[in-house]
């Protein structure tokens, strides 16, 4: 049977791993540990100590606890966050299906960097005014997960802050895998992860897509930091910022993706006056390893790409 897609593997330690070792040494039983390692598809490094590991008398086939893998994606992209279901710019989310049926080639890809729903049924914070319930939060959602599925091939979705708003308040017994199983979307377009980050390679080019936990009002600040701790260029969303440049150090590029929240239409935003810098509207598209940021006119020109 196959993997069930975003669920990982088993981790091959203990017991396991010793099998493994004997079946692929059956093969040709001069390999050394670099490759067998490579046999295996494991670091060389952590195939050693697994094995040091293996060999242990009383705790080689204890359990490890993983969160899982990032998702790794391969190829072109189109790349959103901070959708905030139902309070959302629909105009916009329509922009990114044109833009991905003018210039990527199928199959089409989409990556959902956190934030797709809003999910104030799971708020902390008591409602400012009546909005939007979760039936109409559902159905919104659904209908935009389908027009979507209907343009790219496949749909990757990372968790964000409020994604997480259901895990909070069911003790980790439900998550985004549970969230996506909603959309009615065919289960072989979509793969989703509970982490918040994940890899993107286009063209021999690595993008490290995040929604972060740390805010700034500054843009490509946190972004810049994430570059430089995790040696490559990123892709932030979660501060709702819209921006290009390079780190600090100038080695990586790193953008803020925008958001695709109605800005308007979220109470705590709009009801009173702040100080806090205004959503941005934008997308991001992937295409040979280069990223383009899509804005409202006159960051864009729209007459251009469409």
Same mark, same amino acid.
């Given at each position: 049977m196959p993997p069930i897609p975003g669920i990982p593997k088993p981790e091959l330690v203990g017991d396991e791993l010793l099998r493994q070792v004997e079946i692929t040494r059956g093969y040709d039983s001069q390999f050394d540990d670099y490759q067998l390692a490579a046999a295996l598809g494991l670091p060389e490094e952590i195939f050693r100590n697994r094995m040091i590991w293996a060999q242990s008398k009383h705790t080689k086939n204890l359990p490890t606890y993983s969160l899982g893998t990032p998702l790794h994606i391969e190829g072109d992209a189109l790349v959103v966050g901070d959708v905030h279901v139902p309070y959302t710019n629909w105009e916009f989310t329509a922009l990114v299906g044109a833009i991905a049926k003018k210039? $990527?080639?199928?199959?089409?890809?989409?990556?959902?960097?956190?934030?797709?729903?809003? !999910?104030?049924?799971?708020?902390?914070?008591?409602? !400012?005014?009546?909005?939007?319930?979760?039936?109409?939060?559902?159905?919104?959602?659904?209908?935009?997960?389908?027009?979507?599925a209907e343009i790219f091939d496949k749909i990757y979705f990372m968790a964000g802050n409020h994604d997480r708003r259901v895990s909070r308040k069911t003790d980790g017994e439900m998550d985004?895998?549970? !969230?996506?199983? $909603?959309?009615?979307?065919?289960?072989?377009?979509?793969?989703?992860? *509970?982490?918040?980050?994940g890899n993107l390679d286009s063209a021999g080019?690595?993008?490290?897509?995040?929604?972060?936990?740390?805010?700034?009002?500054?843009? $490509?600040?946190?972004?810049?930091? $994430?570059?430089?701790?995790?040696?490559?260029? *990123?892709?932030?969303?979660?501060?709702?910022? !819209?921006?290009?440049?390079?780190?600090?150090?100038?080695?990586y590029v790193v953008v803020n993706g925008g958001s695709l929240i109605l800005q308007s239409s979220v109470p705590y935003c709009s009801l009173d006056d702040?100080?806090?810098?205004?959503?941005?509207?934008?997308? *991001?598209?992937v295409k040979r390893g280069c990223p383009y940021l899509f804005g409202k006119a006159p960051y864009t020109d729209w007459e251009r790409w469409l």
């Amino acid at each position: 049977m196959p993997p069930i897609p975003g669920i990982p593997k088993p981790e091959l330690v203990g017991d396991e791993l010793l099998r493994q070792v004997e079946i692929t040494r059956g093969y040709d039983s001069q390999f050394d540990d670099y490759q067998l390692a490579a046999a295996l598809g494991l670091p060389e490094e952590i195939f050693r100590n697994r094995m040091i590991w293996a060999q242990s008398k009383h705790t080689k086939n204890l359990p490890t606890y993983s969160l899982g893998t990032p998702l790794h994606i391969e190829g072109d992209a189109l790349v959103v966050g901070d959708v905030h279901v139902p309070y959302t710019n629909w105009e916009f989310t329509a922009l990114v299906g044109a833009i991905a049926k003018k210039h $990527l080639k199928k199959p089409r890809q989409l990556v959902i960097a956190g934030d797709f729903f809003n !999910l104030d049924i799971f708020s902390d914070y008591a409602n !400012l005014i009546t909005g939007p319930g979760w039936k109409e939060e559902k159905h919104a959602a659904q209908a935009l997960a389908q027009e979507w599925a209907e343009i790219f091939d496949k749909i990757y979705f990372m968790a964000g802050n409020h994604d997480r708003r259901v895990s909070r308040k069911t003790d980790g017994e439900m998550d985004i895998h549970d !969230l996506t199983e $909603l959309l009615s979307v065919n289960v072989r377009k979509i793969q989703a992860s *509970v982490l918040g980050y994940g890899n993107l390679d286009s063209a021999g080019v690595t993008w490290r897509i995040t929604h972060a936990r740390q805010y700034s009002i500054n843009k $490509l600040t946190v972004a810049s930091e $994430l570059a430089n701790k995790y040696q490559s260029n *990123v892709i932030s969303f979660h501060e709702h910022h !819209l921006a290009q440049g390079w780190d600090r150090y100038h080695r990586y590029v790193v953008v803020n993706g925008g958001s695709l929240i109605l800005q308007s239409s979220v109470p705590y935003c709009s009801l009173d006056d702040n100080k806090m810098p205004n959503f941005c509207t934008g997308f *991001v598209m992937v295409k040979r390893g280069c990223p383009y940021l899509f804005g409202k006119a006159p960051y864009t020109d729209w007459e251009r790409w469409l």
